[in-house]
């Protein structure tokens, strides 16, 4: 059996900057690794690498230069995210693969909860049954009931990041894509965000992060793959 | 599995003016203007092509003179296409009809039935001297409704949804706030269960709180009710907020097209660079 979920195959990607006398550079030059179902994939190295770039060109927020990238989709079968249509993006998007950027962007004055809960209700979840699972999210994340009903615009660094971090996980995506997830997080919530990446393969999904803490996330890590 | 499309536009152009040999030499994006200097014809919009599927936002920005507003005018048959094709596909529906090939009642019809439509300015959308209820009647009217009793009951429904205040829905708007005149205008847009909303810079000129509000009701209304919108912003805080895909225009050409946070992370047209750069 086939259990191969993800294959990145020669990947680069080039920036042309236009504004900048059309100079280009190449932070992701030829990039090859395969993720197989409920594996963890730690990808490290310095800044400037290429980590973050490779992530947004598997969620095709940026569009890879060169190469391919073969995803075992349900929806559509085995498809290439670098050349796949924009529709089809979307759909997995929504139902097969999660993303969770660095920095929380989200619109002001929406509560903690329904932030949590957006993933669910793009789906289609109903609003209650949606915000039960929020409400459970939140508390195992530490997020204090009182903040609930606050916009996370007005938190801390570390519980924006984890209502980001509860946003991705929540839609139990087939793909999860986590960029640092423990940056500007504390010791002890560090290890909550561990064991719910454990929890998470344990019930099917694959996890592709990329992070500088190795001492946090490589005792969960199957793989490492370094950047230079 | 497919999605449907349930607009296709097709090769659409709009000019004003007669138009000469060098307009195409002298106009557009390259040369960074809409009117051509030899004959002072202005082209408001050349050659767009998009389709739009079923329960999709689609964005449309670029900054003011574009294009951007001719080309939802047109999709809402309220500016006449110089050429082109607009194919309507009905969810469930047969064969898509070509919208610039109605006739006038039938594109009339269609246009009170299945489309709602909010403008920046409200006074254009809504009758100003008509209660908030009346304004919604007005809009069912239109769309052929008679009973009476389903016509209060979807006003009832609208309010609600809406969150506009119960005890002034007897009130005329102009006597209501920017962001209020809003929630009336989507109220009546919504009221015939269209089945496509157009959105033509909803939260230009309100205050940023007010702003946060209304984005958010649109939101809400597009995840609970699946309906599809295109939306013209010159903000593009309010498409990414939006919008999951994005067509960026300039002097009436569509320059670029993709998925939103590609558009704003990896923009490739060295105008689209300019533009997301240029957001605060």
């Known amino acids: 059996m086939n259990t191969t979920l993800l294959e990145v195959e020669d990947v680069t990607k080039t920036f042309i900057l236009h504004l900048i006398d059309g100079r280009s550079i190449t932070p992701v030059q030829a990039v090859s690794f395969r993720v197989a179902i409920q594996d963890h994939l730690l990808i490290y190295g310095r800044s400037g690498s290429g980590k973050t770039s490779i992530l947004k060109c598997i969620y095709r927020s940026y569009l890879a230069s060169g190469g391919q990238i073969w995803f075992s989709s349900e929806c559509y079968g085995r498809i290439d995210l670098v050349t796949a249509n924009e529709s089809s993006v979307l759909r997995l998007r929504e139902r097969e693969m999660g993303y969770c950027s660095q920095f929380l962007r989200v619109l002001p004055r929406v509560s903690a909860l329904d932030v949590i809960c957006e993933p669910l209700y793009r789906q289609g979840v109903a609003r209650e049954v949606a915000q039960e699972q929020g409400r459970q999210w939140l508390s195992d994340l530490g997020i204090r009931p009182h903040l609930w009903q606050a916009s996370p615009v007005t938190f801390s660094g570390g519980e924006q990041q984890r209502i980001n971090l509860g946003r991705a996980f929540i839609a139990a995506p087939r793909l999860l894509l986590l960029d640092e997830p423990t940056a500007s997080l504390d010791g002890a919530t560090k290890e909550i965000v561990v064991r719910m990446i454990r929890a998470a393969q344990a019930n099917g999904t694959t996890v592709i992060s990329v992070s500088h803490d190795l001492a946090a996330l490589g005792p969960c890590a199957n793989y490492q793959l370094a950047l230079a | ?280």
Request: net charge neutral; charged share 20%; aromatic share 4%.
């Open chain 2, 1 to 280: 599995m497919t999605t449907t499309s349930l607009l296709h536009v097709a090769d659409l152009h709009k000019r004003y003016g007669p138009g000469c040999a060098a307009c195409a030499e002298l106009t557009g994006p390259s040369q960074g203007r809409s009117q051509c200097p030899r004959c002072g014809t202005v082209y408001a919009c050349v050659a767009a092509n998009f389709s739009l599927q079923t329960g999709e936002v689609l964005g449309i920005v670029g900054e003011s003179g574009s294009g951007k507003s001719t080309l939802l005018q047109m999709v809402n048959l309220s500016i006449a296409a110089d050429q082109g094709q607009i194919w309507y596909h009905e969810p469930g529906g047969s064969a898509p009809v070509d919208l610039l090939r109605m006739d006038a009642y039938a594109a009339r019809r269609f246009r009170n039935d299945r489309l709602g439509i909010v403008h920046q300015r409200p006074e254009l959308g809504l009758n100003m001297h008509f209660s908030v209820g009346g304004n919604v009647a007005e809009k069912l009217l239109l769309a052929e409704w008679r009973h009476v009793g389903r016509i209060r009951g979807r006003t009832s429904e609208l309010k609600l949804q809406t969150e506009l205040p119960p005890e002034r829905i007897d009130d005329e708007p102009y006597t209501f706030s920017g962001g209020m005149l809003q929630r009336v205008q989507i109220a009546k847009a919504l009221a015939s269960r269209p089945s496509l909303l157009l959105l033509d810079e909803v939260t230009s000129g309100l205050d940023l709180s007010v702003q946060a509000r209304v984005l958010d009701l649109i939101r809400r209304i597009q995840w609970e009710e699946q309906i599809t919108m295109l939306l013209v912003s010159h903000d593009l805080g309010v498409i990414r907020q939006l919008a999951r895909r994005t067509i960026v225009m300039k002097n009436g050409h569509i320059i670029e097209a993709g998925l939103t946070d590609q558009i704003m992370e990896d923009p490739q047209h060295p105008y689209t660079q300019l533009l997301v750069s240029s957001a605060l």
